[in-house]
């Protein structure tokens, strides 16, 4: 024990804190040893005071301080006793200074090194030459051997890495304390701690350490038996989640504060509930891992993961994005740069629509809203690579989403797949401001994204990064390079405008072509993208070129594309062929295409042919089926496709002028390709082993021999060659190609390929997100070879039946998918319409003409009539042509028009040219017969309206007609200028109204024709279809346009001119259409809240109708029909004021009798009017004598009708006043119009004739009338007697009265009363009595008013007696005993 | 800027005539009056005038656009013995006659005041 107090502390290396067990460790020892202080007051002996000082000095040098007796502070301070000191002189000394202690010579120190110790320092070495470390050297030897044989060791630890004097002690603590730990828990614990382990920690780790274990001591593992195990402390066991135990010795430590100590608790298990959220109640906030993907957060995600954190919810696994977006901003490189690169995984991810179901909000949309483009942005600013290289990946996921840029490229192709989409957000709102400039960068950043990021100079920086890029590694910079053109080939996609600008920056332009179209190309070396061929950048080039011609040629010329382009062609055809190799000469050939599509670059191309592309082919043609080969036969044979249309355009425009270009480009250039294509196409049919996907070979393969087809056929080139050339491509390659089982197995999944809206397209950043690619490029374009075949073989249609035969079998998918289209097409109003669809638009279009074709006898069905109509709103700006050819098989066919669905056809002698007079002054009902003959004879102004439709689809175009080549070609024929390969991604063709024609633009004043006749001509081309339709019971009108729409566009025909309605023609149609509406119950089905389509809302064209009425209407009865329906009682009454009040001149002309109202009655009358403000207008024109039953019938009746219904009505408290003001003012005129005052009292119903009277007035509402009369006495009577003084109110006779008063008063209801006696006084009086009728008190209560509770329920009962209402009130009077 | 000159709304152009009297060729007894630099003032007047008179069975008016300024006035008689014409002419004349009435009227009631004090 002694032995133990003695030993020194050791000595510590470097600053440690002071080791608390020890210390306490000493003073336990310490007191339970009894030892003396070592500090003691003592009187110094006298002798040592007498030691010479010099001794001292030398001795203090060099002096073996006894570590053993050497106290730090002496306990207790004695002052000395220097009474009989000897004051001594100071000594004298030779130097002027004292003289320097010695400690040996320092350099000797270095050579010494202790044994066992690395790295000593030079008061060890010195401690180590004076032979005193030796000393604690053996202590501490001493005192581990014993420790050594008492405990047993640590197997895993080895404490290297300690230091190896600390090391071997710590180890030992640790060791200690880990058993100790142990012993005090039981098994259970024990094993639970061990599952712990083993889940948190790597599996490697726990493998390693049990090799380990096991190496060392075989089997040995260390377990207390269960007896051994301490009970537990029952008041402690809170701590027992926090490893700390407090000791009492510490002071101020015995309080454990343990909600400082939490985050030492273990983790909870992550749970799929969560504390609930103001802001959002049902729902946790989403995780993603590092790839973007969401994480489970009950799934068991080992913390090795890395993707536990200090965050909100330590225990879930992941990232949430305000995490994310609040370490995008860290101080710390490497986390800026993991959470960029986790948000552009995520937006990756998050385009492909993988989270569209696991997600509450669209998770782009409230990433832009969170200003990611700005976070974006200001890491694209930092000059660390690592980060702006992250920035531009993330940018470039968000803005370009990779599939959409896929699928694209994969339907250039297809039949109009020139088309690229300009994805322009909708016309950016100014707002208050003046100009664009105004506007803030968020302000913009909110409607236009990609304009922001113009504003944002992303331009510029991105030539900066380009250029310092280019000294880094090939590896590192070439995905980054890729993804700046990503963004660039998005910005360009925007919009001319964006397209311009990027080219006017010319820095960036110069930088682009000079790095990667370089005009050589040099040896690769190890990949590195600069200064070679780049597919992007062609397909960027290819982007712009596609937004118009003159672009194309200031591209061209500005950087001599043609020089470059042809040198690589050249180059790259001389070379075997590399995969990199290929995807640039693919897009080498795609952007030719273009370039040729524009007019440009053609001649190059075609004194290429013979020397370069023909032995090309031919080698491919060996190789055939091969992927890489196929991939760029398509893009080849796509360029001949373009060539082939140039070429017949060039031909066709110059026919006629005289001069001979000998050197330009012509048809015999291209003769050859036929063959080629063809080879090509048999290759494709050959079945190989391996799965090659040939479709798009196929596709391109069709659609160029049609257009070779049609361009030798508009040349009329070797016309005898074209049979032949047709039987050729029919026995080689259409035939077979028909016949093949992937064709019919592609038939079968049609309708699953039908396109999608895009689910992240968002307002600022629209997009084309489309999941799988559909196979209508392919149908399309062997539909249109047929077509073409047909055209060409008169005979073929009749004998062979391709398509029938193909794709009209018996349970054809086609039918369903063309079922299932009409569907979807008719779905909703303003349904949106995917880019994609497009295609099938095509598709259908060729299907129904070639079935046109095909039929021999019998007719084409309905569905396929209905179909067509209802693409036509859904067609892309940009296919006139299809509109047009639509409108021409629509309105050509009589047959479809002439066949008797539901229409008996009237009997033709009946047809004269004569005006049908259906409509007259008289009557407005028309028969169905007279009905059917108007449609006859708008039948026959079908090829009028052919031509009036068709310039509709022209009218906001310079060229209004389109020629042949047009419609072959797919509108590539406009002059040069205007010729764009771009389509906005959404609009439109035509309105949904579209059937209406002009008609809507009339009403908006959009188009002002002055000539009176063609104004008619025009309304009566858009009603004679719409008439057409509506008896055709057409699903366009009934599905696309709403009752409203069509309602309010056949009544606003009124607005367009003063005196329209009273031609004949378009009353005649008026009238007809009345009918029809009326027939279908139309008329009371209106939604009068709704919008107009395309137009105004109800309510306002309402207002402007009952406006153009009251100027010039002349009161004609039809237009009086139209104008009452939206008056019927089912429809808001803030319509009926228009007339009642806002209008009340109009109910002058409204000289309407009942019998010429069209449609049913009922729906004025019922159910009663209940606006008191209406009710009170009806008494005032009936009592005013604007209304008279002589001349407005029909308004007399409806007036009388209300109020009788309102007067006699006794359900509502709050219209009694009303009541009794116009009862009082009918009373008043009782003597001077009896007539009026009777039929407001004794109106029985409404009929046609005319309003039905009592003869005499039915009983309830005389009892009402004597009630009156009575009470009018009472009140009277009371009145007087009310005024008497008090002592004459108690005498008896009053007393009798009271009583009589009070009993008659019970039987009745208060409220009845109230309504008929209008005297305040007398009824406050009255409902004292009532409540309190024994009371002499009455008269004092007369102030207290009604008392709520004490009112009689009224249950409302209506009950019929030919057609009277009457309400009798059930009445519980409380009589108190 | 290119607002319309102020008198524009009231004096007569050269050779304009101040009100056109056009038959109605579709509707009986009706008459079609287009007056010259007038508005709602007196045409909600005549038009209320007009529709006192019983025989009057249609009388409507419209601005056919605010920087037009001109009124188009339709009114259409119960019989061809009372033309429209004539009845526009009474309407006129009893308008003229209430004017003057109500003048009289206001400095009788002036009159009376002043004296009164």
Redesign the interface.
């Known amino acids: 024990m002694n032995n133990d107090l003695q030993v020194r502390p050791k000595p510590k290396f470097g600053v440690s804190d002071d080791d608390e067990d020890e210390m306490l460790n000493y003073q336990e020892l310490f007191q339970r040893s009894n030892l003396q202080p070592s500090a003691q007051v003592i009187r110094e002996p006298k002798i040592k005071r007498q030691q010479s000082t010099e001794n001292e000095d030398r001795k203090r040098k060099t002096s073996n301080i006894d570590l053993t007796e050497t106290t730090v502070m002496r306990p207790i301070i004695v002052e000395r006793d220097v009474s009989s000191t000897p004051i001594q002189l100071p000594k004298p000394i030779n130097d002027s200074f004292p003289q320097a202690k010695y400690r040996g010579n320092e350099d000797d120190l270095e050579k010494i090194t202790v044994p066992n110790v690395k790295k000593a320092s030079m008061f060890a070495k010195q401690m180590y030459r004076d032979g005193k470390l030796k000393v604690c050297q053996e202590l501490e030897e001493k005192k581990s051997s014993i420790q050594n044989e008492k405990m047993s060791h640590s197997k895993l630890l080895t404490g290297c890495g300690l230091g190896e004097v600390t090391g071997e002690r710590e180890l030992q603590r640790i060791h200690n304390e880990n058993v100790e730990r142990l012993n005090s828990m039981n098994e259970n614990e024990i094993l639970e701690e061990r599952e712990k382990l083993l889940k948190s920690l790597d599996p490697k780790l726990i493998a390693f350490i049990r090799k380990r274990t096991k190496q060392e001591d075989e089997g040995l593992i260390y377990r207390p038996s269960a007896s051994t195990a301490q009970p537990m402390d029952i008041e402690n066991q809170k701590s027992t989640t926090i490893p700390i135990e407090t000791d009492s010795c510490w002071l101020h430590m015995d309080k454990v504060e343990y909600e400082k100590l939490e985050w030492m608790k273990d983790l909870p298990t992550p749970s799929a509930q969560r504390a609930p959220d103001e802001s959002n109640p049902d729902g946790v906030p989403a995780r993603f891992d590092f790839k973007g993907n969401l994480m489970s957060r009950t799934a068991d995600i080992s913390v090795t993961a890395a993707l536990h954190h200090h965050g909100e919810e330590p225990e879930a696994a992941g990232y949430t994005l305000e995490e994310l977006f609040h370490l995008s901003r860290s101080a710390v490189l490497q986390q800026r740069v993991i959470a960029l690169q986790t948000l552009a995984n995520i937006i990756r991810q998050a385009h492909t629509g993988v989270y569209d179901l696991d997600l509450q909000l669209p998770l782009i949309q409230k990433l832009l809203e969170a200003g990611i483009v700005f976070l974006i942005r200001w890491a694209m600013d930092e000059q660390i690579e690592a980060i702006y290289m992250v920035a531009v990946e993330c940018l470039a996921n968000l803005i370009a989403p990779r599939k959409d840029e896929e699928i694209l490229s994969r339907t250039t192709h297809w039949p109009c797949g020139y088309y690229e989409p300009s994805l322009t957000p909708a016309e950016i709102e100014l707002g208050e401001k003046k100009s664009e400039s105004d506007l803030t960068d968020v302000e913009i950043l909110e409607q236009d994204l990609v304009k922001c990021l113009f504003r944002m100079n992303v331009l510029k920086r991105s030539v900066y990064l380009l250029n310092g890029m280019k000294l880094l590694p090939a590896l590192t910079s070439t995905i980054t390079v890729r993804n700046i053109f990503h963004i660039l080939i998005r910005m360009a996609r925007h919009s001319m405008t964006c397209a311009n600008q990027i080219f006017e920056e010319k820095q960036l332009m110069d930088f682009i072509v000079q790095e990667f179209i370089p005009e050589f190309a040099i040896p690769n070396d190890e990949g590195h993208v600069y200064g070679h061929l780049l597919p992007e950048a062609l397909k960027f080039c290819r982007v712009l070129a596609n937004h118009g011609s003159t672009l194309t040629y200031n591209l061209i010329h500005r950087y001599e594309l043609h020089k470059r382009l042809g040198n690589h062609l050249v180059a790259a055809m001389n070379r075997s062929l590399s995969s990199e190799d290929n995807q640039a000469l693919a897009e080498l050939f795609s952007l030719w295409r273009i370039f040729i599509l524009q007019g440009h670059m053609a001649d190059e191309f075609g004194s290429l042919i013979p020397t370069v592309i023909l032995p090309f082919c031919r080698t491919c043609i060996q190789q055939m089926p091969n992927m890489m080969i196929s991939q760029l036969l398509v893009q080849l044979i796509a360029l001949f496709d373009a060539l082939i249309i140039h070429i017949t355009k060039f031909i066709m425009k110059h026919r006629n002028s005289s001069e001979e270009e000998s050197n330009a480009i012509n048809w015999s250039h291209i003769d050859g390709l036929f063959d080629i294509i063809l080879t090509v196409e048999k290759q494709t049919l050959i079945e190989t082993d391996e799965e090659i996907d040939l479709d798009a070979l196929q596709t391109v393969g069709l659609s160029c021999l049609a257009s070779f087809l049609i361009g030798q056929q508009l040349l009329t080139i070797n016309l005898l060659d074209l049979p032949l050339k047709v039987h050729q491509i029919r026995v080689q390659f259409l035939e077979p190609l028909l016949r093949s089982t992937s064709m019919k197995k592609l038939i079968e999944t049609v309708k699953l390929n039908t396109a999608t809206l895009p689910t992240n397209s968002t307002r600022n950043l629209p997009t084309l997100t489309q999941t799988n690619i559909s196979s209508f490029g392919f149908l399309n374009a062997l539909l249109r070879l047929t077509n073409i075949i047909y055209q060409i073989d008169k005979s073929l249609p009749n004998s062979k039946k391709f398509i029938t035969e193909l794709m009209l079998t018996k349970n054809s998918e086609i039918v369903v998918y063309v079922k299932k289209m009409l569907n979807k097409l008719t779905s909703n109003s303003i349904r949106k319409v995917p880019w994609f669809e497009q295609f099938e638009h095509g598709f259908l279009f060729q299907f129904v003409q070639i079935l046109y074709q095909e039929k021999s006898d019998q007719d084409l069905p309905s569905i396929y009539y209905e179909i067509l109509l209802a693409l036509l709103p859904s067609l892309l700006k940009g296919y006139h042509f299809l509109a047009q050819e639509t409108f021409k098989l629509i309105f050509f066919d009589l047959s479809y028009w002439k066949r008797s669905n539901e229409i008996e056809l009237a009997d033709l002698s009946l047809i004269t040219n004569e005006s049908l007079h259906l409509a007259s002054n008289q009557s407005i009902i028309v028969s169905s017969s007279q009905r059917t003959l108007l449609y006859e004879r708008a039948i026959e102004h079908l090829p009028s309206l052919y031509t009036y439709y068709k310039n509709i689809l022209h009218i906001n175009r310079s060229s209004v007609d389109l020629n042949i080549c047009d419609i072959h070609f797919g509108n590539l024929f406009q002059s040069d200028d205007l010729l764009k390969l771009n389509i906005h991604y959404s609009h439109t063709l035509l309105d949904i109204t579209w059937p209406y024609g002009l008609l809507s633009s009339l009403y908006t004043n959009v188009l002002t024709i002055a000539d009176e006749n063609q104004r008619l001509e025009l309304i009566l081309n858009s009603l004679r279809f719409v008439y057409i339709l509506e008896m055709k019971h057409s699903l366009i009108l009934y599905k696309t346009l709403s009752k409203t729409t069509r309602f309010s566009m056949i009544a606003g025909i009124y607005l367009l001119g003063?005196?329209i309605f009273?031609e004949k023609n378009i009353a005649d149609y008026l009238v007809a259409f009345l009918n029809c509406f009326n027939e279908q119950n139309l008329l009371q089905k209106l939604e009068t809240k709704s919008n107009i389509q395309s137009l105004m809302t109800f309510f306002d064209f309402y207002r402007t109708l009952v406006?153009?009425y009251?100027?010039?209407?002349?009161?004609d009865i039809l237009y009086s029909n139209y104008l009452l329906i939206p008056l019927q009682q089912i429809y808001d009454n803030q319509l009926r004021k228009q007339v009642w009040i806002e209008h009340s001149?109009v109910l002058?002309?409204l000289?309407l009798k009942p019998d010429q109202i069209l449609f049913p009655l009922e729906h004025f009358f019922v159910p009663y009017e209940n606006d008191l403000e209406i009710l009170r207008y009806y008494a005032q024109v009936l009592l005013n004598g604007t209304i008279q039953k002589s001349i407005q019938l029909f308004l007399y009746m409806i007036a009388v009708h209300h109020l009788n219904g309102f007067l006699f009505d006794q359900t509502r408290t709050e219209q009694f006043n009303l009541q009794r003001t116009i009862m009082k003012t009918i009373q008043s005129i009782s003597t001077n119009n009896k007539i009026l005052h009777d039929e407001l009292v004794n109106y029985k119903t409404f009929s046609r004739e005319g309003p039905v009277i009592f003869a005499s007035l039915p009983s309830i509402r005389s009892a009402y009338a004597m009630l009156r009369l009575i009470f009018n006495g009472i009140c009277t009577v009371t009145n007087t007697l009310l005024n008497r003084n008090e002592t004459q109110a108690s005498t008896s006779r009053w007393r009798i009265f009271r009583n009589f008063l009070g009993s008659t008063m019970s039987s009745l209801g208060r409220p009845l009363i109230r309504s008929i006696v209008n005297n305040e006084t007398v009824y406050e009086y009255v409902n004292t009595l009532l409540s309190n009728p024994t009371t002499r008190e009455h008269h004092r209560r007369a102030n207290l008013g009604l008392d709520r509770h004490s009112r009689p329920t009224f249950r409302r009962r209506t009950y019929h007696h030919g057609g009277i209402r009457i309400i009798r009130p059930i009445i519980h009077v409380h009589v108190r005993q | 800027m290119n607002a319309p000159a102020t008198f524009e709304s009231f004096l007569l152009l050269d050779g304009e005539r101040k009100i056109i009297v056009e038959k109605d060729s579709k509707v009986p007894n009706a008459v079609v009056f287009t007056i010259s630099k007038e508005d709602h003032t007196l045409a909600n007047m005549l038009r209320a005038q007009l529709l006192k008179d019983p025989k009057v069975i249609f009388a409507g008016y419209k601005i056919p656009h605010p920087l037009e300024n001109k009124v188009i006035l339709r009114v259409q008689t119960a019989s061809h013995e009372y033309s429209a014409v004539n009845a526009m002419e009474n309407a006129i004349k009893d308008l003229i006659f209430e004017m003057d009435m109500l003048e009289d009227r206001v400095k009788s009631a002036i009159a009376n005041r002043q004296s009164a004090e």
């Open positions: 003063s005196e009273l406006d153009q009251e100027a010039c209407s002349f009161g001149t002058r002309y000289r």
